[in-house]
């Protein structure tokens, strides 16, 4: 009788803590736009993370929870993760041979590397970023910030006026 409640017990408990990769994707969606970022933290805590990365999973967008963790650690201003986080997503993106790359993980690592001294690399990934959305003005800007910042100032100019 006590194994068949502690079986019980632990069924429970699993079936309790069990979410779906789909529901797990409509919480963070909800709790991003509701700009609830520690509970997106929370839910994609690393262990989550690497379980949807191993598993390629296909029902969820693993390249949008990585953005919206991404984002989420750039609101509560935690660069070491945020850039940990958008270099995971871009790798896992050239791993999946995806050639369009996600312009908030470029934009959002680009605009850190900057920050932290790094403008080779910074220009290089905000230089990708306008290939993936040339029509955008705020990624121009952030390109044109990154060049004036790291001493490419004529560059700065150009990407400025576009």
């Not at 079936?15 to 994707?25: F, H, P």
């Not at 690497?50 to 935690?78: H, I, M, P, R, T």
Request: aromatic share 6%.
């Amino acid at each position: 009788m006590q194994c068949l409640n502690i079986l019980l017990l632990f069924t429970l408990f699993v079936i309790s803590n069990a979410i779906s990769a789909r529901d797990l994707l409509l919480q963070v969606r909800s709790a991003f736009q509701k700009k609830k970022f520690q509970k997106v933290i929370h839910l994609l805590d690393s262990k989550t993370s690497a379980q949807l990365l191993s598993k390629g999973n296909q029902d969820v967008n693993v390249f949008e929870l990585l953005e919206l963790l991404g984002q989420s650690y750039d609101a509560v201003q935690n660069d070491k993760e945020a850039a940990k986080t958008y270099d995971t997503l871009l790798n896992f993106q050239a791993k999946r041979r995806i050639s369009k790359r996600s312009l908030v993980g470029l934009n959002g690592l680009g605009l850190i590397l900057s920050r932290q001294g790094m403008g080779l690399r910074a220009m290089d990934l905000m230089k990708e970023a306008t290939d993936v959305a040339p029509n955008n003005p705020a990624v121009w800007n952030n390109y044109g910030t990154t060049q004036h910042k790291h001493g490419a100032l004529n560059e700065a100019v150009q990407s400025y006026k576009k």
